[in-house]
C-alpha cells in the first residue's frame, strides 16, 4: 500500500464549528445587518451636519450676532458706532476755527464749545524709501494735558 | 425570501451584503467547509476561531469585488482562507512548538466529540502532516481531507495543475519517510482489516 491509498481511506475527523458558528454568525449579523446600529449612526452624522448647516445659515443671515459671539470668544473688541453730527444743523459760527492742518501747541488747543470732547487721537504719518505713505491713527486713552512750563 | 439549493447561487451572493436570508444560506453552506479546511491546517481550535472570523469578515467587506468568471465563489472563500492561513503561519513560525502541544490537547477535545472514527487514523494524521512545511501540508490536506480536484486546487492556490501534481508527489514522499516504517506497517494494517 502507498500513502496516497492510506490517506484516502484513512477515517478523516469531522472537525465541528459549534457554538463559535452562532457566535459569528451574530457578529456578522450586527455588523452588516443590524439596522439599528446603521440608523443611528446615520441620524448622528444626519443632526450634526443639519445643526452646522443651520448655525451657519444663521451666522451668515446675522453678522452683527456672529460679530457678538466674536468678540465675547476671542477679545474685548468693543463695537463703536458712530452717529456723525453735522455741524450745518447747528447754527455755529466756523469763522474762528482753522480749516487747514495746523502745528497743535498748548495755546490753541481749541475745542468746540457746545460738545464735550470724547476721544483724543495721534495720527502719525509714516514714509518709506519709495516715498509711499503710512497714516497710523492711534487713541489716546486719556485727554491731552498741557504741559506746565516752568 | 427563502433561498433553497434551486435558486441561482450567483443571485443569492449579489444579494447576500444586503438581504440577511441571502447572507445566512452562504454562511451555512460555506462555514462549516471553511472551518474544517482550517481546522485541518492549523490544528488548533482558537486559532481557527480568529482565521475563520478574519475569513468572513473580509469576505463580507469585499463581497463587491467578487466577480463570477471562472472561479468559484467557494474557491474565493478558500482563497481568503488560504492566505489567511499563510499570514498566521508566518506570525507564528516561532510559536510552532507551542502549537504542536496544543494539537495533542486539541485532538483529544475533537476526539470526544467524533467516538466513531479511528483514533489511530486521526493520530497519524495530525502528528505526521505537523511536521510537513505549509505548503506540503496545504495539497495534502485539499486534495485528501477536503477532497478537492486537482482544478478546485489550482483555482484556490492559484498555480497551475501540473505543479500542483509535482507538489503533492514531492509532499507525500517526504511525509512517507518522517513516518517510522514500523509505525506505516501498522497503520496499513489497521486499513486493510
Known amino acids: ?150 | 425570501m427563502r433561498y433553497s439549493e434551486a435558486i441561482d447561487e450567483k443571485e443569492v451572493i449579489l444579494q447576500a451584503k444586503k438581504d440577511y436570508q441571502a447572507f445566512d444560506y452562504i454562511y451555512e453552506k460555506y462555514m462549516p467547509q471553511i472551518f474544517q479546511y482550517v481546522m485541518y491546517r492549523v490544528f488548533n481550535r482558537e486559532v481557527a476561531e480568529d482565521i475563520v472570523s478574519v475569513v468572513f469578515f473580509k469576505a463580507m467587506k469585499n463581497l463587491h469585488l467578487f466577480k463570477w468568471r471562472k472561479i468559484p465563489f467557494s474557491a474565493w472563500l478558500y482563497r481568503i482562507a488560504f492566505n489567511e492561513i499563510c499570514n498566521h503561519a508566518k506570525k507564528e513560525k516561532k510559536q510552532e512548538k507551542i502549537r504542536r502541544n496544543i494539537m495533542k490537547e486539541d485532538i483529544k477535545t475533537t476526539y470526544e466529540m467524533n467516538h466513531h472514527y479511528n483514533e489511530k487514523s486521526f493520530k497519524f494524521i495530525h502528528e505526521y502532516l505537523a511536521k510537513l512545511s505549509t505548503k506540503d501540508r496545504d495539497i495534502i490536506t485539499m486534495r485528501f481531507f477536503e477532497k478537492k480536484s486537482f482544478a478546485e486546487i489550482s483555482q484556490i492556490t492559484g498555480k497551475n495543475e501540473s505543479t500542483l501534481r509535482v507538489n503533492l508527489h514531492r509532499a507525500l514522499k517526504k511525509l512517507e519517510a518522517i513516518i517510522p516504517s514500523e509505525v506505516l506497517q501498522d497503520a496499513y494494517r489497521q486499513i486493510s482489516m
Open chain 1, 1 to 150: 500500500m502507498h500513502i496516497d491509498k492510506y490517506l484516502c481511506n484513512v477515517e478523516k475527523p469531522e472537525f465541528l464549528p459549534g457554538p463559535f458558528s452562532v457566535r459569528l454568525k451574530y457578529e456578522l449579523k450586527q455588523k452588516y445587518f443590524d439596522k439599528k446600529n446603521g440608523l443611528s449612526l446615520h441620524y448622528i452624522y444626519g443632526t450634526t451636519l443639519a445643526s452646522l448647516l443651520v448655525i451657519c445659515a444663521f451666522l451668515v443671515a446675522k453678522p452683527h450676532t456672529a460679530q457678538s459671539i466674536n468678540n465675547f470668544v476671542f477679545g474685548d473688541t468693543k463695537e463703536e458706532t458712530l452717529d456723525m453730527l453735522l455741524l450745518s444743523d447747528h447754527d455755529i459760527d466756523l469763522s474762528n476755527y482753522p480749516n487747514s492742518i495746523r502745528t497743535v501747541s498748548s495755546e490753541n488747543n481749541s475745542t468746540l464749545p457746545f460738545i464735550e470732547e470724547d476721544k483724543s487721537y495721534l495720527i502719525h504719518k509714516f514714509k518709506d524709501q519709495n516715498n509711499k505713505t503710512l497714516i497710523y491713527i492711534s487713541e489716546v486713552k486719556k485727554s491731552l494735558q498741557p504741559k506746565t512750563l516752568y
